[in-house]
């Protein structure tokens, strides 16, 4: 029994359980059996509760808990002079932490602590309290043996193909009958397919997500931090450049399961930083994918063309594919200088080592460069291109896959616009009901009626294209122009230069070496 003075004592009482005790299922640490021993323990020793502090699911490596930092303002508030736990492990499985509490934090806040199993009591002259700190020790030794465990156990499960994650990359969605198991997310799909078939149109990282936030796409944070269906006051997100580059550039997309890319520092440290590519956990053809495998290498091949154009005040047909004939680093293109309205190439090797003098500045007159290049490829067109081989490849992709694609989106255009339209009769009946005032009601239909617009619009474009029937002859015709003003080269996209030009070389002596992605038996 503790002495009288027990009545001037407030007690916290603290109780933690975390995910690993749950997995193993120690049922004698459960939040019921700890709250029925401290009671128990109180009620035998005549003390008074001021509060119950309860952290459900946290682990005892990790100290910035919700009602264990309610705890320690309490303590610091003056509320509570006592705190008790079942063992020193509820308090905290790290020994420095724990340690740290228990020999500096309590006594500095006049603190009487008590963990009732252990027989430990701040207090009290006991050999009990001397053996404290290597019951600590010991408490952490425990929680690096779980994670130890936990770890491998992931590991394994990652070998074998499965999903391990906790948020499901954007395109997928987990199996509610095999949460280890991918399933493809149709809406999120289509949003994947675009962002690649955009990249083979030649548009950089920037560009892309400039036109998804432009349409109001959703993003992936979206998606995954809050339900949105019945959100009339939704906010949409900005799409990012690096959001673009990790979706290019992630094999998941061809159906193989990517995992092990990030950890944490360790299992105090919960910091996560990227893993070496190495080590990446790669187990092949594990789930359906959404880009073919053809689409997926041959944008990888893209990426360095398109990359490093996001802050240019103006792009170039030939960003990208610059390359010093002598040194073999990137060219880049300069500013368009005021004085003269010209912009000049420069190696960046060159420009980075100036004063080393490892290279030379390769400097070109870079429109003078362009139509050189433009002039060279014409020629080349000509006379490797067969015309009959091209008009067919063109038929051939006129046919069914961009039609299923279209009657996908479509579906889901449907239902958001009917969703829209429905939320949009929910702010009106508000209004009416007076929920909401008339500011907030037209503040709201205008952003619904915006979207609804653009999700319209879009889904008359799709409708249009699925229904609209070209006669063969008109359809030979345009086919003829198409290839007639490929051949020529007259204003020729960023598109079809990427499609034609693997990289281009530039010597100091001026000397012009292109490299083409055909030759005479490709096309």
């Known amino acids: 029994m503790l002495e009288s003075l027990n009545k001037k004592y407030n007690v916290g009482l603290y109780i933690r359980l975390s995910r690993e005790d749950d997995d193993k299922a120690l049922e004698s ?24 502090y309860i952290d459900d699911g946290y682990s005892g490596t990790n100290f910035d808990r919700p009602d264990f930092n309610r705890l320690l303002k309490d303590i610091e508030s003056g509320k509570i002079n006592m705190v008790i736990t079942k063992d020193m492990s509820r308090l905290g499985r790290d020994y420095i932490g724990t340690g740290n509490l228990i020999e500096k934090y309590f006594p500095e806040h006049n603190v ?5 199993t252990d027989n430990i009591d701040t207090f009290l002259d006991s050999s009990n309290n001397d053996i404290a700190p290597f019951k600590a020790i010991m408490n952490d030794m425990y929680a690096k043996d779980i994670s130890k465990k936990i770890k491998s156990s992931l590991k394994a499960k990652q070998k074998e193909g499965k999903w391990v994650g906790g948020r499901t990359p954007f395109g997928y969605e987990q199996n509610p009958d095999d949460k280890n198991h991918l399933l493809i997310n149709e809406e999120q799909a289509l949003v994947v397919k675009r962002i690649f078939d955009m990249c083979l149109e030649g548009l950089s990282f920037f560009k892309i997500a400039k036109q998804l936030t432009n349409e109001e796409i959703k993003t992936p944070a979206q998606y995954y931090n809050f339900e949105w269906k019945n959100n009339y006051n939704l906010k949409y997100g900005e799409w990012h450049s690096k959001t673009i580059r990790d979706i290019l550039t992630n094999q998941i997309y061809i159906g193989d399961m990517v995992q092990n890319r990030r950890s944490k520092v360790n299992y105090k440290v919960k910091k996560v930083i990227k893993n070496n590519p190495n080590e990446y956990i790669i187990v092949e053809n594990t789930h359906e994918p959404i880009i073919d495998k053809e689409i997926f290498y041959e944008v990888q091949k893209r990426i360095p063309k398109n990359v490093g154009r996001n802050e240019k005040k103006e792009n170039h047909l030939l960003d990208g594919l610059l390359y010093c004939g002598d040194c073999g680093h990137r060219i880049s293109i300069q500013s368009r200088r005021k004085k003269d309205n010209r912009c000049y190439t420069i190696c960046n090797y060159y420009r980075t080592y100036m004063k080393q003098r490892l290279c030379t500045t390769h400097s070109n007159n870079y429109d003078e460069l362009e139509k050189i290049i433009i002039n060279s490829l014409t020629s080349m067109c000509l006379k490797y291109i067969n015309k009959d081989k091209i008009k067919n490849k063109v038929l051939n992709h006129l046919e069914e896959d961009n039609k299923i694609d279209n009657k996908k989106e479509l579906e889901i255009l449907t239902t958001d616009i009917k969703q829209i339209n429905d939320n949009l009769d929910i702010i009106y009946i508000d209004k009416l009901n007076k929920k909401i005032t008339e500011e907030q009601f037209e503040r709201v239909k205008l952003k619904l009626e915006r979207e609804l617009n653009i999700k319209q619009k879009r889904y008359n474009e799709l ?56 030759n005479n038996n490709s096309v």
């Open 29 to 52: 640490e459960s939040i019921t059996n700890q709250k029925s021993l401290l009671f128990q323990y109180v009620k035998e020793n005549n003390l008074r509760v001021y509060d119950i």
């Open 112 to 116: 009487r602590y008590i963990a009732v």
């Open 463 to 518: 409708n249009n294209s699925i229904n609209d029937t070209i006669d063969e002859k008109f359809k030979n015709k345009i086919i003829n122009n198409y290839i007639n003003k490929f051949l020529s080269m007259k204003e020729p996209s960023r598109e079809l230069i990427i499609n034609l030009i693997d990289r281009i070389e530039i010597f100091e002596d001026k000397n012009i070496k292109i490299h083409i992605t055909f």
